[in-house]
């Protein structure tokens, strides 16, 4: 059973950090890219940040330089360490691995297969 679960999540206020985990089960992990994505309530699913097998990392300008991607492959999870959290990081976070080992469009939710189920992270003002 393919499985993505999310852990980490909760209410913080700003200025604040949290580390997200996700864990994956039932499906190849270390040879693909996997990637965080969050959703805020009334908006689009969009782009947080993501990590190349090989540990290539990319973000999204809004979170550059406050949160960092990592992988621990031997425990097959990947990790979303946040800090100098804003009111607008509220969002539901989701962790995805890539559809193929070769995916490079990183930023596109296309790219990715298998999707947890979320994790909610509030952050107060």
């Known amino acids: 059973q393919v499985q993505l679960v999310e852990s980490g999540g909760g209410l913080v206020q700003a200025g604040g950090s949290l580390r997200l985990s996700c864990a994956a089960s039932?499906?190849?992990?270390?040879?693909?890219?996997m990637g965080w994505f969050r959703q805020a309530p009334g908006k689009e699913r969009e782009f947080v940040a993501a990590?190349?097998?090989?540990?290539?990392?990319y973000y999204a300008d809004s979170v550059k330089g406050r949160f960092t991607i990592s992988r621990d492959n031997a425990k097959k999870t990947v990790y979303l360490q946040m800090n100098s959290l804003k009111p607008e990081d509220t969002a539901d976070y989701y962790c995805?691995?890539?559809?193929?080992?070769?995916?490079?469009?990183?930023?596109?939710?296309?790219?990715?297969?298998?999707w947890g189920q979320g994790t909610q992270v509030t952050v107060s003002s």
């Open positions: 995805a691995r890539a559809r193929y080992r070769d995916s490079a469009a990183l930023q596109s939710r296309d790219e990715y297969a298998y």
């Open positions: 039932g499906l190849s992990f270390s040879s693909y890219a």
């Open positions: 990590i190349t097998w090989i540990g290539i990392t």
